[in-house]
């Protein structure tokens, strides 16, 4: 039994050889089907490892207050409450917010020194000690074309020039890459909330997390003249990031899903060259007495061989397009705001999955593009079929 489909696949690859000009256009249109969704699938799931790493490397609990719904600023003196809860080892105040530096959007990030991301890569200079100082990412420097020393200012407060300490890598994450970090107490003048903070980072022992988050929930409760308190745990700001990757993949997969649906007509065609002769052959092994199911297996064996070919040369093709062209047309429908072509290294991670899925497309398209037509050439009487 062995030895029988064992010959079925020499035949089967004889027959690809043998009819290579329809191989070559097959796989070739595998390829150009396949190719965007693998790469597509790759950086979704690339920003998603660094989305999640920030989340991994930040705060414990993000605090802020509540208007209408929305993140609303903190007063500074708001960490006194905090910082007696049992439980909390450090609260640190940080100010969020976003400016234009003429025509390019940047944002801007003011924390303590001792609270910048630990990803955060120095590519040369130092960070910021004295007033006024930021660093920024390397991305912002090449398109503004800043270097260390030189001042610039933000469109919001452009009476305060700010002078570049240090720049920093943009490989350690895309949302580095057109950041300005700077001292808490600059980014708060900046933007012209002194005292006041965007949100409050609540780090905490293991353990204490939900339990605090009670806490700090009930704080304002039943005191109508203090603001509503809003807390948003890392698991929650976790939740939130994989729940809007899995909508964005799901998507994408739901509308290219409709495009293989569209590209089946065409593989019909493209399977179905050169069938003139596949048929007379047909015809000619049915007559020595081969049976419609044998047939139909070497044509399945044709099938999986070339899927098996177009599925790893898709994901080759991907990431040559990722590292050599940076995910150029593909990755502006995952990150937002970052144009036809990335400024900065587009992140990418290559799962199992989606080549096992590529496969899977791949060999019922050519399935349905050639097994309805082998199965009507040998089902039929062998003289129709050698005519």
């Known amino acids: 039994m062995l030895e029988r489909h064992l010959n079925f696949l020499k035949i089967a690859s004889e027959n690809i050889i043998r009819y290579k000009g ?37 705060a414990d609990i993000y ?21 007696g809860i049992e439980g909390i080892l450090k609260v640190v105040p940080r100010v969020i917010g976003r400016s234009f530096i003429g025509n390019y959007l940047t944002v801007v990030a003011g924390m303590p020194t001792d609270a910048l991301p630990p990803s955060l890569s120095l590519e040369k200079g130092r960070i910021f000690k004295e007033e006024n100082e930021v660093i920024i990412g390397a991305s912002l420097a090449r398109a503004l074309n800043l270097d260390i020393g030189h001042s610039f200012t933000l469109d919001i407060n452009k009476s305060r020039i700010l002078k570049v300490s240090g720049i920093f890598s943009s490989k350690s994450s895309i949302w580095s890459a057109d950041l300005v970090f700077a001292s808490f107490n600059d980014a708060a003048e900046i933007f012209r909330m002194p005292g006041q903070a965007s949100d409050l980072l609540v780090y905490t022992r ?53 495009a293989f649906a569209i590209a089946i007509p065409a593989l019909l065609v493209v399977s179905g060259f050169g ?113």
């Open 22 to 58: 329809r191989g070559i256009v097959v796989v070739l249109c595998l390829v150009a089907i396949l190719f965007p969704f693998i790469t597509a699938i790759a950086i979704s799931q690339g920003v998603k490892s660094q989305s999640l790493l920030s989340v991994e490397e930040g």
């Open 63 to 83: 605090l802020t207050y509540d208007q209408y719904g929305k993140n609303s600023a903190v007063p500074l003196s708001f960490i006194k409450e905090v910082q």
């Open 206 to 258: 293991p353990g204490y997390n939900a339990r605090i988050a009670e806490v700090l929930s009930a704080l304002h409760e039943g005191d109508k003249t203090q603001p509503i308190i809003r807390v948003q745990t890392k698991d929650l700001v976790r939740q939130y990031f994989n729940k809007g990757f899995t909508m964005k993949e799901g998507i994408f997969t739901a509308l290219y899903t409709v």
């Open 275 to 387: 069938m003139g002769e596949r048929r007379r052959e047909i015809g000619i092994i049915k007559a020595i007495g081969w049976q419609t199911s044998e047939i139909i297996e070497v044509v399945f064996i044709e099938n999986l061989l070339l899927s098996l070919t177009a599925a790893p040369m898709a994901l080759l093709i991907s990431f040559i397009w990722i590292r050599l062209f940076n995910g150029f047309l593909i990755a502006q429908f995952f990150i937002a705001e970052i144009g036809i072509l990335p400024a900065f290294p587009v992140p990418a991670r290559y799962m199992p999955l989606p080549l096992f899925l590529s496969f899977a497309f791949a060999l019922v398209l050519t399935m349905v593009g050639s097994m309805y037509s082998t199965w009507r050439s040998a089902v039929t009487a062998p003289a129709v079929t050698m005519k």
